[in-house]
């Protein structure tokens, strides 16, 4: 006796005793299982199902879980930059060996149906729907917080300050690095010290030029008048 009989998507003409590769069913080594789909039985009286034979089954052992030779799947695109892909492929399949053909009552022999693993065929179990969020209860109304004053503006350059574009060479642009750097009056340019100046010309981007242009003698005849 031999059937045709149909799991993963594949139709497989089986006798009792046969070991046959199938895609991977949901069992472990040692596990008896019946396939359910029979295409067709054969044999003195053989039936052909429509599409299945009603209570035929064919029942099997699983030897092991294997995989599948190693399959290579190389793309290159044309006009771009040479772009190449290679990608290597082992199909997940189960050993199984052919025990017994029922040509009936296999719906009533208690044995677990062979089904195959998520990924092939068989779409994944739907991951179950998240219950619903609890209705939160309805959150006080915060109380309206009465306005920050304005931040007051911020106060102006001190009235007080030299007008340093007086100097030679300082203008508006300058006067401001000036102002940055805390010197807002003659008296502090005419107190200033080599080391000052070495800052200062670091700070400024203008290397010498506080002693080119006198700056230090002009501050104090300034800061007098």
Do not use: C
Request: cysteine-free.
């Amino acid at each position: 006796m031999f059937a045709v009989m149909k799991t993963g998507g594949k139709q497989y003409k089986v006798q009792s005793g046969d070991t046959l590769r199938v895609e991977k069913l949901a069992a472990n080594a040692g596990d008896k299982v019946q396939f359910n789909e029979v295409l067709m039985v054969g044999g003195d009286s053989p039936v052909v199902g429509s599409p299945v034979v009603a209570g035929a089954g064919v029942q099997a052992e699983v030897i092991e879980q294997i995989k599948g030779p190693k399959t290579i799947n190389f793309v290159k695109r044309r006009r771009k930059h040479s772009s190449k892909r290679t990608k290597g492929h082992r199909q997940q399949l189960t050993l199984v060996k052919i025990t017994d053909i029922l040509a009936s009552g296999a719906d009533k022999s208690g044995v677990m149906a062979a089904e195959n693993g998520a990924g092939f065929g068989v779409a994944a179990a739907p991951v179950a729907a998240k219950p619903a969020k609890k209705a939160e209860a309805p959150k006080a109304e915060a109380k309206a917080e009465p306005k920050k004053e304005a931040k007051k503006a911020a106060p102006k350059a001190d009235a007080a300050g030299d007008d340093l574009k007086q100097l030679s060479g300082v203008g508006p642009a300058l006067e401001k690095k000036l102002h940055d750097a805390g010197v807002t009056t003659f008296a502090q340019i005419a107190a200033w010290t080599e080391e000052d100046v070495a800052a200062m010309d670091e700070k400024l981007s203008f290397k010498g030029r506080i002693e080119r242009e006198g700056w230090i003698d002009q501050a104090k005849e300034l800061a007098k008048g």
